[in-house]
């Protein structure tokens, strides 16, 4: 296995577009609602929901799909 000099978590970062930038993804798809809050999964670009909100998708697609890194969907 090769010593890797960065954060491993740097390899899960790409340089994604948000796909639903306005909207939790999977709460648009089964017509659930969401707080203010959303997260963008800097490894595939899925917006999804935060702890704040009731189905937490942010977190079950973390766990889904392995993907470590979400940051802020917030302005600013
Ligand atoms: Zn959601
Ligand atoms: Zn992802």
Not at 40 to 54: E, F, I, M, N, P
Request: glycine share 6%; charged share 20%.
């Amino acid at each position: 296995m090769a010593v890797n000099a960065y954060d491993p978590h740097l390899a899960w970062v790409r340089p994604v577009r948000p796909r639903t930038p306005h909207e939790c993804d999977e709460c648009r798809r089964i017509g659930s609602s969401w707080v203010v809050h959303l997260r963008l999964c800097l490894t595939c670009g899925r917006v999804a929901c935060c702890d704040s909100s009731q189905m937490r998708h942010a977190r079950g697609h973390a766990q889904l799909s392995g993907h470590p890194i979400v940051s802020s969907l917030e302005p600013g």
